[in-house]
């Protein structure tokens, strides 16, 4: 069980990352409206490396109507999805992630994963492009992230003009 008065933000320090399985989704069962608290329980599983325990936070969170989690956590979400090689839902959480933080270089991440998930496991380059080059649209400052994106394009182009030849 949770200790009591034990809140997100004040976990006690002896509680190890294998205490916080057995009272983290216990705390989110019983939350009963959208927290931004809430997703804190995600990020601590997470950070504790217990992808089940958040798995199951980040859908209770969603349940009671959650909308994402911070950035930089919902990016190490999206790498547990594909790590699991659950590719559609990684791919639709990157796509949620670049819709909610549009102003942030996360984003630019996101996009990057999206297009890579397209292109080289779910052979859909057109959609693989088209992250690319909202990646390379975007006002976000992105110099360090230029080849990367460049290289994305021209790889989707080559496999949209090799697809073709067979269909």
Known sequence: MRP????????PPST???D????VPLYVHRTTTHSPSATEFSVISLAAHEWEAAWHDYENFLTVG???LPPTAWLDFCSM???RQEFERALSEYENLAVIHPSERQRLLALLGAARICLNRLNRPQDALRFYEAASA???PHLDLE???ESGIREAKIAIAFRGWFT
Not at 4 to 11: E, F, K, L, N
Not at 20 to 23: G, K, T
Request: positive net charge.
């Open 20 to 23: 916080v399985p057995r009272w």
């Open 66 to 68: 959650g909308v994402g």
């Open 81 to 83: 999805l594909e790590a």
């Open 138 to 140: 975007s006002a976000v």
């Open 16 to 18: 190890g990352k294998r």
């Open 147 to 149: 080849r990367d994106i």
């Open 4 to 11: 009591v008065g034990c809140t997100p933000t004040s976990i």
